[in-house]
């Protein structure tokens, strides 16, 4: 169950819209090989750096697309001109079309906090995006603020106590036990892995999402994972999505226009391009792992993300509304699996952090 009442919104349509974008091939995307581009910047290259234009569009920032990806050394390449582009290097592939608010990097949805803009023949991205989504997700070696590598992971099981979360009656599935079950998981695999883990919780009891992020703070973890399971009134919606931070002054992913509210820097907000490099990371290998619809990197102002002062991220591993999906979240194997998942987006982001320390 999400916390966010207002990301429901447009799930059907999107479903759909993504059929055809995943119906291109699969490529994995190197970031070994990506690091083999200009890695010499101390931070990801701001629009100037990167010589693209800046123009202001619907109040926000904007830079021009394909001088700003040439800077990471991808190639633009009309698909329709004036409407839909891709970027391209050797190992990655990203696709962007006007008026979305998505894109696909290397066939995974990755959503963005601005419309893609078409003005006079050329797209144009929101500098916020370029700068703490995309440019990290392409180089973190080029991420200025340091992030300390994950040795100390608290692991939150969604729920608990007389929360129960969603449910699935005909499997009498709860989600807080679903929860607390991959979460242990988690927790084993990564102690064999030799990984100091704090829990939130460790049996069937509430706890308020503010104690759940202090618990996380006080033990000075490096990283928090809140595990989750979804549900939405049509049924037939199915699939893995994973949740980071919305970053300061935009919107989340489930809202249709910007607030005033949204003018807010929150203390996850310090590890915004963290938070990016550990989304795409979580969201490629749970979704690779599971083979589930891919639902998309999202972002939200879930509290317990907004109180965290390391990078944080929510996984909705897969929807208790669709009896297929809970029948399979019903096995001990495929909870399994899920854990795996986690762990491998995890064990990923550890990867690329240490790789940027290198530099
Ligand atoms: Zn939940």
């Not at 190197?30 to 693209?52: C, F, I, M, Q």
């Not at 990203?94 to 990097?105: G, M, N, S």
């Not at 916020?128 to 990290?136: H, N, Q, T, V, Y």
């Amino acid at each position: 169950m999400r916390i966010d009442p207002g990301c429901d919104g447009g799930r059907g349509l999107r479903a759909l819209r993504s059929v055809l974008i995943l119906a291109l091939g699969a490529l994995v995307l190197d970031v070994h090989a990506n690091a083999a581009a200009p890695r010499s910047r101390p931070s990801a290259p701001s629009a100037a750096e990167a010589g693209a234009p800046v123009k202001t569009f619907m109040g926000a920032s904007y830079i021009e697309l394909a001088p700003w990806a040439a800077h990471f050394g991808l190639k633009a390449v009309w698909v329709k001109k004036g409407q839909s582009l891709r970027l391209e290097s050797a190992f990655t592939k990203i696709h962007v079309e006007e008026d979305r608010r998505e894109v696909t990097i290397n066939n995974l949805r990755v959503f963005l906090g601005e419309p893609v803009v078409s003005s006079k023949g050329s797209l144009w991205i929101s500098a916020i995006d370029a700068r703490d989504l995309l440019g990290p997700i392409l180089r973190p070696a080029g991420i200025a603020v340091a992030a300390r590598p994950p040795k100390v992971i608290c692991i939150d099981a969604g729920h608990g106590g007389n929360d129960t979360g969603t449910q699935n009656k005909p499997f009498k599935l709860d989600e807080k036990s679903m929860t607390l079950d991959v979460a242990k998981r988690v927790q084993r695999l990564l102690q064999g892995q030799g990984y100091q883990v704090v829990m939130t919780r460790n049996d069937d009891r509430f706890v308020e999402l503010e104690d759940r992020a202090d618990i996380a703070n006080r033990a000075k973890a490096d990283l928090f994972v809140s595990i989750h399971f979804n549900s939405f009134p049509q049924s037939s919606i199915t699939g893995t999505e994973v949740y980071i931070l919305t970053r300061s002054t935009q919107r989340s992913t489930g809202a249709n226009k910007r607030e005033t509210s949204d003018r807010v820097s929150l203390p996850g907000n310090a590890m915004d391009p963290w938070n990016a490099v550990l989304g795409y990371a979580m969201h490629r290998q749970v979704k690779t792992k599971l083979g589930t619809f891919d639902r998309g990197l999202k972002f939200a102002r879930f509290k317990v993300l907004t109180l965290v002062n390391c990078p944080g991220i929510l996984v909705e591993a897969g929807y208790l509304s669709n009896d297929a999906e809970a029948r399979k979240i019903s096995t001990a194997d495929y909870r399994g699996d899920i854990a795996e998942g986690i762990v491998n987006g995890i064990v990923s982001y550890a990867a690329q952090l240490e790789a940027a320390r290198k530099g």
